[in-house]
């Protein structure tokens, strides 16, 4: 067994040597002061001053010494570590404090700058329109009912009593989809929207309450008041003793809900296949209230100085309709209507011409703001 190494003197072993601890100390002192950013920082904390850096290899060396020797190496080497690591964190504080200060300059806010130069996207003010509408009568418990926009010709016609020879039928009217070989396919573009009717008794649980707002075509060229393309708002209801009185209260809730408390309405006697009777429905103009009637000094631009503005057609279920559509007329009766969109948005806005409505021109859009 050998002897302690008691004559063993630190000095020899040279990276204790205090001109080599002192050197280490000042190179990493150095590293530290000259790192620009932390990410610099990090690897010269890694370098001179991680568990391989120069001074912790020679802090291992001191496990060899003799015990006499111990405390002195100790204390050169513990006191450069110890300055070494200060050194980092007040650099660390120092760049943390640049960095933050960095960032709240190149991500400042001028609050003051003007706000989205971006015009918004808004919805089209006909389907605002059309939901507003939806929305009085679902506000009185009725659903929502949809149906194609390409649609059977027996939904469209047929079942809603329209003979083989009603007039609508021709190419005047109707849109027809040709079929795959140019012959007769059967399907038509809706020309408005009361297939709905039908669509909704074949798939409901009767009483049926619904409104179907929804895209109808028609070979109508486009001028101030009409378009090929428009939309209409169906109404059904068919349940026990359903009567024409309850189609004027639902009719006169929907005209003093869209433009005003108040408002007269009348019915004129019209003719549709499938309703019996038919009427269209007139409400009293909500500018004028028919003071501009017979006076050539008011004029009023709304009705034309009629009194009063036609606002779609109704009536009382035809009963074939709803043999067609499976349910028994001698038990349930009903009423439906059929209001055109367009037109309701035109009185209700004061739009003069159905080009403004489907041109796209995001001057006329924007007027009714970003509602949605
Ligand atoms: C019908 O379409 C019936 N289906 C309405 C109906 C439903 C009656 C249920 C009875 C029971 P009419 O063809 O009148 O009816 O059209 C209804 C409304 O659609 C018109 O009052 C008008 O506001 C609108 N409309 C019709 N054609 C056009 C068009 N080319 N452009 C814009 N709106 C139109």
Not at 185 to 207: C, F, I, K
Not at 300 to 321: A, D, K, L, M, Q
Not at 325 to 338: K, L, M, N, Q, R
Request: net charge negative.
């Amino acid at each position: 067994m050998s002897a302690p190494n008691n004559s063993f003197d630190p000095v020899e072993v040279t990276p204790l040597h205090p001109d080599e601890v002192a050197r280490m100390r000042e190179e990493a002192l150095a590293a530290i002061a000259a790192a620009q950013d932390l990410a610099e920082l990090k690897e010269v904390r890694l370098a001179h001053a991680g568990d391989r850096s120069p001074l912790a290899l020679a802090n291992r060396e001191i496990g060899a010494l003799p015990p006499a020797a111990k405390a002195e190496a100790g204390k050169r080497v513990g006191g450069a570590r110890r300055d070494v690591g200060q050194a980092v964190k007040e650099r660390q504080a120092a760049l943390e404090a640049e960095r933050d200060e960095r960032v709240l300059v190149e991500e400042r806010v001028d609050v003051t700058l003007p706000w989205d130069r971006t015009p918004r996207g808004a919805r089209h003010p006909l389907t605002t329109v059309a939901e507003r509408m939806a929305d009085v009568f679902v506000g009185m418990g009725f659903e929502i009912a949809e149906g194609p926009e390409v649609e059977a010709e027996w939904f469209n016609f047929d079942a809603l009593n329209f003979q083989p020879d009603h007039p609508a039928r021709t190419m005047q009217d109707t849109f027809f989809v040709e079929g795959p070989d140019g012959g007769d396919s059967g399907v038509v573009m809706r020309t408005h929207t009361s297939p709905v009717q039908v669509r909704a008794l074949l798939s409901r649980e009767l009483p049926v309450y619904v409104v179907a707002p929804g895209k109808t075509f028609r070979t109508d060229e486009l001028d101030a008041t009409h378009s090929p393309v428009f939309h209409q708002l169906e109404g059904l209801v068919v349940d026990k003793g359903i009567t024409m009185a309850h189609l004027r209260g639902a009719i006169d809730a929907f005209v003093g809900s869209m433009f005003g408390e108040g408002l007269r309405t009348r019915f004129r006697a019209s003719y549709f296949p499938f309703t019996e009777p038919s009427a269209e429905v007139d409400m009293e103009c909500f500018v004028c209230r028919g003071a501009s009637v017979g006076d050539p000094d008011n004029p009023c631009r709304t009705c034309s100085s009629e009194g009063w503005i036609e606002i779609g057609g109704c009536g009382v279920v035809n009963p074939r309709v709803l043999v067609a559509a499976g349910v028994d007329p001698e038990v349930y009766s009903g009423w439906a209507f059929g209001l055109g969109i367009e037109r309701t948005l035109m009185f209700a806005h004061g739009v003069r011409d159905m080009h403004d409505m489907v041109e796209g021109d995001i001057r006329f859009t924007s007027a009714f703001g970003s509602e949605n």
